[in-house]
């Protein structure tokens, strides 16, 4: 943060009339939050490759049935 920006333009108080010090504490604990926050997203903004492998795989395109196995498209 730029030392020429001053917690007004950061943070706006709604009510009440915190002293500089609250206002400094309070900031810096939404900071933390955020960042710690920010460190929990990440794994799951990483986009997983899939390998060959898991690409030349194709579903089961069967009825899901023991008696059924092709799904009807078979039929006597």
Same mark, same amino acid.
């Given at each position: 943060?730029?030392?020429?920006?001053?917690?007004?333009?950061i943070v706006?108080?709604?009510?009440?009339?915190?002293?500089?010090?609250?206002?400094?504490a309070?900031? #810096?604990?939404?900071? =933390? %939050?955020?960042?710690?926050?920010?460190d929990? !997203?990440?794994?799951?903004?990483?986009?997983?490759?899939?390998t060959?492998?898991? #690409?030349?795989?194709? =579903? %089961?395109?069967?009825?899901?049935?023991?008696? !059924?196995?092709?799904?009807?498209?078979y039929?006597s």
């Open positions: 943060m730029p030392s020429h920006v001053g917690l007004e333009h706006r108080t709604v009510s009440g009339n915190p002293t500089e010090d609250e206002l400094a309070a900031t #810096l604990v939404l900071a =933390s %939050m955020i960042e710690s926050a920010q929990l !997203d990440r794994p799951r903004d990483i986009v997983k490759r899939r060959a492998w898991q #690409l030349s795989q194709r =579903s %089961m395109r069967g009825g899901g049935s023991a008696s !059924d196995p092709f799904g009807g498209s039929r």
